[in-house]
T-cell receptor, first 114, second 116 residues
Framework: EPEVTQTPSHQVTQMGQEVILRCVPISNHLYFYWYRQILGQKVEFLVSFYNNEISEKSEIFDDQFSVERPDGSNFTLKIRSTKLEDSAMYFC????????????FGSGTRLTVV | GENVEQHPSTLSVQEGDSAVIKCTYSDSASNYFPWYKQELGKRPQLIIDIRSNVGEKKDQRIAVTLNKTAKHFSLHITETQPEDSAVYFCAASPMNYGGSQGNLIFGKGTKLSVKP
């Protein structure tokens, strides 16, 4: 079964540093998403991406965050200047087309900001 | 924006009993309601979903019901087994409504423990 792949699985970074989280969505999927989950809490929507541009973003997705699909396969989330409260599990997700609603989530990247 | 409430936060049942988890949503534009199972440290796994044009959907031991008028939906697991123990999240989305690309708004989760 096709999978959404995320790297790295765990990243530790110092406060104020930039991090890039990487995702390879399923190849024929068209809609891409980033979600985050602070430990023990619910999954929260960050941003959706379609047709090479951001479709929707939440209040969490401020100017410190950006997304890119640089080469048609990778889908990246960049946090410019990390804060302690950015520590969370970040999940990438994708779905195939407009009429298929089910998401496939990646295995996640645990980001720890120290 | 959408707000999803989920109850209970924890649920403990004996193996073989049924478990019911309930969610309410606020935005009448929401039309897609998935349920996810998440084991510790793992990704959310879609276990069942329902669209707003149906009232009930069943897949073996799992069923979901939707009441659009009351804006609530429920997950029913029958004949529970220890491997059903996990955190279950409901979510709602205005999929394709008004150009939405289907961002999911999640409930806070229910930790289900099935005792052998």
């Amino acid at each position: 079964e096709p999978e959404v792949t995320q790297t790295p699985s765990h990243q530790v970074t110092q406060m104020g540093q930039e991090v890039i989280l990487r995702c390879v969505p399923i190849s024929n999927h068209l809609y891409f998403y980033w979600y985050r989950q602070i430990l023990g809490q619910k999954v929260e929507f960050l941003v959706s991406f379609y047709n090479n541009e951001i479709s929707e973003k939440s209040e969490i997705f401020d100017d410190q965050f950006s997304v890119e699909r640089p080469d048609g396969s990778n889908f990246t989330l960049k946090i410019r200047s990390t804060k302690l409260e950015d520590s969370a599990m970040y999940f990438c997700a994708s779905r195939t087309d407009r009429d298929r609603y089910g998401y496939t989530f990646g295995s996640g990247t645990r980001l720890t900001v120290v | 924006g959408e707000n999803v409430e989920q109850h209970p936060s924890t649920l403990s049942v004996q193996e073989g009993d049924s478990a019911v988890i309930k969610c309410t949503y606020s935005d009448s534009a929401s039309n897609y309601f998935p349920w996810y199972k998440q084991e510790l440290g793992k990704r959310p796994q879609l276990i069942i979903d329902i669209r707003s044009n149906v009232g009930e959907k069943k897949d073996q031991r799992i069923a979901v019901t939707l009441n659009k008028t009351a804006k609530h939906f429920s997950l029913h697991i029958t004949e529970t087994q220890p491997e059903d123990s996990a955190v279950y999240f409901c979510a709602a989305s205005p999929m394709n409504y008004g150009g939405s690309q289907g961002n999911l708004i999640f409930g806070k989760g229910t930790k289900l423990s099935v005792k052998p």
